[in-house]
């Protein structure tokens, strides 16, 4: 199944993401971002804008499947990306973009309804530990 994902109003709030600074490699994760919510055809759209163009078209993106809303197996934004739902336990609190001869993007998402307060230093620490 194959759903075009909803066009972002105006008014649309920034996207709440932070990548990780150019370092060597390896890393544990690429970048952090706070969805504001669990809805994948909602946040999905915004975060594929907001990546940087070297990453390239993403063309795969794996969620845990327990935590986000039921979604299709893809999403059409620009260009086709393939959902997958991971029932891993280390999937849990990450999101996973593939850009087929780019690399792949591993990126903590910190929980919607968290508070800014509480937001704030999670990105920043996450960012800041070494891999």
């Not at 993106?61 to 393939?82: D, H, L, Y």
């Amino acid at each position: 199944m194959t759903t075009t994902a909803p066009r972002l109003p105006p008014t649309s709030p920034h996207l709440r993401l932070r990548l990780a600074p150019g370092r060597p490699l390896p890393r544990r994760l690429d970048g952090v971002w706070w969805p504001r919510s669990y809805d994948l055809l909602a946040e999905l759209p915004q975060l594929l804008a907001g990546l940087p163009p070297a990453w390239g078209h993403i063309a795969g993106i794996t969620v845990n499947g327990a935590a986000w809303s039921a979604a299709p197996g893809r999403i059409v934004c620009n260009k086709v990306v393939r959902l997958r739902k991971a029932v891993a336990r280390h999937a849990l609190d990450t999101v996973v973009l593939v850009a087929p001869g780019h690399g792949r993007w591993d990126l903590l998402v910190v929980p919607p309804d968290t508070t800014e307060e509480d937001a704030e230093p999670l990105m920043t620490g996450a960012l800041s530990s070494p891999a």
